[in-house]
T-cell receptor, first 110, second 116 residues
C-alpha cells in the first residue's frame, strides 16, 4: 500500500539557517504530494503541493520538488525564522484518502 | 476565504459515553473526511464520505464509529462508547472533487477529545 517516510526530528536550527526535511514515498500510480504544517495548538495547514513529476511546490519561502525517479519530495527553505517552528507533515493522496508521514518537529532558535 | 469549522474545540467525556464531533465543511465541497491524531503521533485516516455514504474507511473505524451528514451543511463523527484510547485530536476535512492532483483536502482546526 501507499506510505510516506520522513526524517525523524526534532530538527533544531538557528535563525537564517538552511532547512531540509527529507520525505520519500511509496505509491502506485501517480499520487499528489503535499507538505502540511501544524503550529503549536493549531490544526493542519497546507503549506505546498505538487501534482505531477518535476512539479515544484512553493509557499512562504518553502519549496519541494516532486521527484518520481527518487520517489522523494524534500522540503527546503533557504533561511528559516523563529516563526517557522512547527511540525511539518509530508503527505500523499492517491485515491480517497491522504496518507501522512510521522511529522518532523522543527525548532528555530533566535 | 472559506474554511472548514469544527465544534467543539475541546470535548471531555467519561469512558463509555457517546460523543458527537461536528464539522461544517466548505459549502461547495462534495467529499468529506475524518482523521485523528493521537498526541505526538502521526495523523491517521479514519473515513471518507461521498454522496451520503462511506467511500473508504480504515481499520480504526470500527463499529463504535459512525458518520452522518444530517443536513446540507454538517458532517458528524459519532463514537458510541468511548474508550481511553479514543483520546486524540480529530480533524475533519473536505474536498471539492476527487481525482489525483485536482484538489487538495482542506482541514478544520480539530476537536481535542479527552476520555477520562
Amino acid at each position: 500500500g501507499n506510505s510516506v517516510t520522513q526524517m525523524e526530528g526534532p530538527v533544531t536550527l538557528s535563525e537564517e539557517a538552511f532547512l531540509t526535511i527529507n520525505c520519500t514515498y511509496t505509491a502506485t500510480g501517480y499520487p499528489s504530494l503535499f507538505w502540511y504544517v501544524q503550529y503549536p495548538g493549531e490544526g493542519l495547514q497546507l503549506l505546498l503541493k505538487a501534482t505531477k513529476a518535476d512539479d515544484k511546490g512553493s509557499n512562504k519561502g518553502f519549496e519541494a520538488t516532486y521527484r518520481k525517479e527518487t520517489t522523494s519530495f524534500h522540503l527546503e527553505k533557504g533561511s528559516v525564522q523563529v516563526s517557522d517552528s512547527a511540525v511539518y507533515f509530508c503527505a500523499l493522496t492517491g485515491g480517497f484518502k491522504t496518507i501522512f508521514g510521522a511529522g518532523t518537529r522543527l525548532f528555530v532558535k533566535a | 476565504e472559506p474554511e472548514v469549522t469544527q465544534t467543539p474545540s475541546h470535548q471531555v467525556t467519561q469512558m463509555g459515553q457517546e460523543v458527537i464531533l461536528r464539522c461544517v465543511p466548505i459549502s461547495n465541497h462534495l467529499y468529506f473526511y475524518w482523521y485523528r491524531q493521537i498526541l505526538g503521533q502521526k495523523v491517521e485516516f479514519l473515513v471518507s464520505f461521498y454522496n451520503n455514504e462511506i467511500s473508504e474507511k480504515s481499520e480504526i473505524f470500527d463499529d463504535q464509529f459512525s458518520v452522518e451528514r444530517p443536513d446540507g451543511s454538517n458532517f458528524t463523527l459519532k463514537i458510541r462508547s468511548t474508550k481511553l484510547e479514543d483520546s486524540a485530536m480529530y480533524f475533519c476535512a473536505s474536498k471539492f472533487r476527487e481525482g489525483q492532483g485536482i484538489h487538495e483536502q482542506y482541514f478544520g482546526p480539530g476537536t481535542r477529545l479527552t476520555v477520562t
